[in-house]
């Protein structure tokens, strides 16, 4: 397993005196992430850009995620591990979900104490902790350690929003009657709330979970939000008025499909899963015009059921364009024998996982049919592709909301009443974003957003800026101390 840099420790096992640790970086941020895919990723990439402003990162993984990944070796971020009380299955290793978060939480926080200590007494004085909003424990071991506190929230601030007035008693539980007004948003459907909500019941660990975010955050010494000011501009300026003056840092994205200022940054460095993407895809999606092909993806978490993949895939042929469909090994079997055997191979290819940013980025791709999952919006946003939204569960109908009617860079496909997106709803869907009037104005939309994604990065732009000010309030508070 490749292992992320870990310089000051190799220094110690060679005897070498280390410099103080104000000599070496501006300040230390020490991040933890909840041990999934889609939270590393944001909270690595932002470690970088720290760290391309002349701070220290470490990244806190769990026991089992540093086993299970695939690392680039090259990455700047030290790399320190905890244990969740599973560390040799994670969260698979548990009996529920519930007895997996209590146990995160009583084992998570002994071992982020203890890491605080260790990096204290070695002189890589840890200034910060940024941590998951999906971990607020972590809060207090900071400010039991004397740190400061700052909480990364990985969901939009639309989401959040709607979290944080069920979790303070504002939005009463269950919903009832018609649409839903929630301030800084617009007007929601039930179904358009994060499932947890408008679903009250469904996964009750997760409810807690995200609701619980909130629960200290008043707390803080930082509010992080990984999205960008002019995504969600009236739902940020009305929480920063009314809650707290939150930072929109993101996209968090690697610098070379955004701003290019760190031409090293190409990737996300940390893989859970092994992708597939080979020299074969790439040439198959050679020989399609450009803004053709049907990207499918839903993401390393959701599972569709059997019924579902057989009207998506009989959807996709029927729509008549070329499609590029992620189906991990595991969901492999639930695969129709009809009508994916009887496509041609020219315009079918069915991946188990794969570099999604370069496939974004092929000038073949025209629609990217996704679970809505807020990474996969975000990568589609910044990188110009129209989406055909189908959400799942969580956050996704509410991602899924803004893609349609708010960014206007996508159509939802509407389920029936058993929840089952007919293939007919699939045709209709590719068809409207790869053709017509309404896929022209999409595609612009997405253009647009794209241009302003990478503007909000890039040097003096709004989550730049952003950034800038809170290394500068790092730094500071570190040179006094």
């Not at 709803?425 to 939309?445: D, F, T, Y």
Request: a negative charge; charged letters at 20%.
């Amino acid at each position: 397993m490749a292992h992320l840099q870990e310089n000051n420790s190799r220094e110690r096992e060679r005897g070498e005196p280390m410099e103080p640790t104000s000599k070496l970086y501006r300040a230390h941020v020490l991040v933890l992430p909840c041990p999934g895919q889609g939270h590393i990723n944001p909270m690595l990439q932002f470690s970088k850009r720290l760290v391309s402003k002349g701070l220290k990162a470490t990244l806190a993984l769990t026991v089992h995620i540093a086993k299970s990944m695939h690392a680039d070796p090259s990455s700047s971020i030290d790399l320190e591990t905890i244990s969740d009380g599973h560390d040799l299955g994670g969260l698979a290793e548990a009996k529920s979900i519930q007895d997996y978060l209590t146990c995160f939480q009583t084992v998570g926080s002994r071992g982020l104490l203890e890491l605080i200590h260790k990096l204290d007494r070695s002189g890589q004085l840890v200034d910060t902790v940024i941590y998951d909003g999906f971990l607020p424990w972590a809060l207090d071991v900071a400010k039991q350690c004397d740190k400061l506190g700052v909480v990364f929230f990985t969901q939009t601030c639309a989401v959040n929003n709607i979290y944080y007035h069920v979790q303070r008693g504002l939005l009463p539980l269950p919903l009832s009657g018609g649409s839903v007004e929630v301030p800084g948003l617009p007007p929601l459907e039930p179904s358009e709330m994060p499932s947890f909500v408008c679903k009250l019941g469904t996964y009750p660990a997760f409810y807690v979970l995200v609701i619980n975010q909130f629960m200290n955050v008043d707390e803080a010494d930082f509010v992080l939000c990984d999205t960008f000011y002019e995504l969600e501009k009236e739902v940020v300026d009305w929480m920063s008025a009314n809650l707290w003056p939150l930072k929109t840092i993101g996209p968090t994205l690697p610098s070379l499909y955004l701003d290019k200022r760190h031409p090293n940054d190409a990737a996300y460095g940390i893989n859970l899963f092994t992708p597939t993407t080979t020299s074969t895809v790439f040439t198959w999606l050679r020989h399609h015009p450009p803004h053709s092909v049907v990207y499918v993806s839903f993401g390393s978490i959701a599972e569709l059921d059997p019924s579902q993949f057989s009207e998506l895939a009989r959807g996709l042929a029927l729509a008549g364009h070329p499609f590029l469909w992620i189906v991990p090994s595991s969901e492999q079997h639930k695969l129709p024998r009809d009508p994916t055997d009887s496509i041609p191979s020219k315009e079918a290819f069915i991946l188990p996982w794969c570099d999604q940013l370069e496939i974004l980025t092929n000038d073949s791709i025209g629609c990217f049919v996704t679970h809505c999952g807020l990474n996969s919006v975000i990568e589609a946003i910044c990188l110009g592709v129209p989406m055909v939204a189908m959400p799942q569960w969580t956050d996704q109908g509410t991602n899924a909301k803004f893609v349609e009617d708010v960014w206007r860079v996508g159509v939802r496909a509407r389920a029936d009443e058993a929840g089952l997106v007919s293939r007919e709803e699939v045709e209709r869907c590719v068809r409207e974003v790869l053709g017509g009037e309404r896929g022209r104005e999409m595609a612009n939309s997405a253009r647009r957003w794209m241009a302003a994604a990478k503007a909000s990065i890039s040097e003096g732009g709004s989550s730049d800026r952003n950034i800038d000010d809170f290394v500068a309030k790092l730094a500071t508070r570190s040179s006094v101390e």
